[in-house]
């Protein structure tokens, strides 16, 4: 193989990470999490703790958590997220992150720079690009 073989050239997180995303403080209510989440049309919100990125909450969380544990839907969002947050950082390896998805067995994966959000990589970002590739 060649140097120029697409199988040989390194992706980058950065190259192919939503820089959309939805942010919300670990006090916000399920309730209100959800609505945000509907309103972004996305399926997770990723919970800061005094602007520092703590935990995720997924459509999964909401559904299994609030249901099978009855919390009532005005729980805090941190009751719910998952946590420790699994995430990396934008200029990461594309099949590093894929792997720590596979082997951590999540499908959205924040990405993480100096501490601040920059986006969010998906299980669908992953497929979409492996696809076209």
Known sequence: MNSSDPIQQKTWVK??????????DSS???TNAV?????????A???LENNLPVGIATDRDFAIKITAHSYPIDTPVRRIMSSPLISI?????????SNLMSTRNVRKL??????????ILTSSDLVKHFVDH
Do not use: H
């Open 45 to 47: 919100v990723i919970v």
């Open 110 to 119: 924040p990405v993480i720079d100096d501490d601040k959000v920059v986006g």
């Open 35 to 43: 609505k945000m989440m509907e309103d972004a049309g996305v399926g």
């Open 15 to 24: 190259d192919i990470m939503s820089n959309s995303f939805t942010s919300v």
């Open 89 to 97: 950082d934008s200029n990461s390896d594309l099949l590093i992150a």
């Open 28 to 30: 916000v209510t399920a």
